[in-house]
């Protein structure tokens, strides 16, 4: 069990307030190693620095640096060493990177990632595993109708787009 002295009173003020001043800086320090040592992949094809910071991300952060990472640099990540290697073949961004925080790029990819729900393809799939796992025909049959209905609306939808265009 953890030892320390509990606060009280202006200790504690003063804390809450030290815990605040860090909390606004963290992200853009974050940010500001992270690129740092994206930008080191990126002019010595080494990964050593973003291993680095990894290691020594605390465990709740780890996923978006590891995402972030992935999609501005030429990374991948070996899940079984627990470290960023090398990806010559894949194309970096750092342009993006410098745009976007670690701390904040799955939050803004899965807020982009939920508005582009795509119903069709929704559909579609469902109708897959309906026929895939032996669903009864009306049920299917009902699906292909539902499918039907969901791509008229969306050729409507993107026709009166095209005629508002022009």
Avoid: C
């Avoid at 202006?10 to 809450?16: D, R």
């Amino acid at each position: 069990m953890a030892k320390f002295q509990v606060l009280t009173g202006k200790a504690l003020t003063s804390a809450i307030a030290g815990r605040a001043k860090a909390i606004a800086t963290f992200t853009e320090r974050e940010h500001q190693i992270a690129y740092s040592a994206l930008n080191h992949v990126e002019l010595h094809n080494d990964p050593k620095y973003l291993n680095a910071l990894y290691s020594v991300t605390p465990a709740n952060y780890r996923g978006g640096l590891r995402a972030w990472a992935m999609a501005f640099g030429k990374v991948s990540f070996d899940g079984e060493s627990g470290e960023f290697v090398y990806a010559k073949s894949k194309a970096s961004d750092m342009v993006q990177a410098m745009e976007i925080a670690p701390a904040n790029y799955q939050k803004t990819t899965k807020a982009k990632a939920d508005t582009a729900f795509d119903e069709i393809k929704h559909i579609e799939a469902s109708l897959k595993k309906l026929t895939d796992n032996g669903a009864s025909p009306q049920v299917v049959k009902a699906m292909e109708g539902v499918l039907r209905v969901a791509k008229s609306a969306h050729l409507s939808v993107v026709s009166s787009d095209m005629k508002a265009a022009a």
